[in-house]
């Protein structure tokens, strides 16, 4: 909404240079895909973190397990909660996170058009992270540590945004962000269930794994862009 108002205000024509496309291509399935992987990979990391302990019995889980059908078990959970994950993410939560992500890698990367990569991943996500502040101070995401939260959250941002931005690109849609953005709201609270004691600055998504995971996931994105990919997007101007 805000990047439409501002699209009204500047007498830019509506829609135009958002980076809105409903051509599929293979990069939309493999960013919709990606991001459970991610998932997994997050919770594998805070059992690492100091403390933390794998715990699948613990009363959350239990009385989670007591809603669905059957005995399906631990890794059965794991598996419904990651395909739920991935139907939301398609529809309902890609609905919601669309609102955001034609104002973060729509219109500012259109504004941003001429610069790195890196500087643009930098800058609006830190925008992105900073968008967050008064949630954060609110107790979401880091209902132990709200203030130190701003800061993670905004680090969380800068280091999420190489990702959605890269596959933005190779895809040509600002959808595929959205898609993608909205499957990690549906699947990555894992973690804060199955790791305990829950610390927010360590475990899950916005905690240090989470951090650390992004980190090496920009990495490899790099290192497929840098020795894989004939279209070098890291190293040329959006």
Known sequence: ?????TQLITKEPIFRNLGISIRINSWWFAGWLLIP???IAVMGMSILMPGAVWSPENETVTAALKQLPGNIGVWGFIGFTMISGLIAGVSINAVFAFGEEIGWRGYLVELFKGQGFIRTSVVTGAIWGLWHAPLILNGHNYPQHPVAGVFMMVLMCILFTPILLYFRQKSGSVIVAAIMH???NGVV???NIFVLPFNDLLVGAPGLAGMLVLLGS???IF???RYVTKERIFTSPI
């Open 223 to 225: 290192l497929y862009d």
């Open 1 to 5: 909404t805000a990047s439409l108002i």
């Open 37 to 39: 992987v991610i998932s």
């Open 189 to 191: 609270g894992l973690s």
């Open 182 to 184: 909205g499957t990690f």
């Open 218 to 220: 920009d990495a490899a």
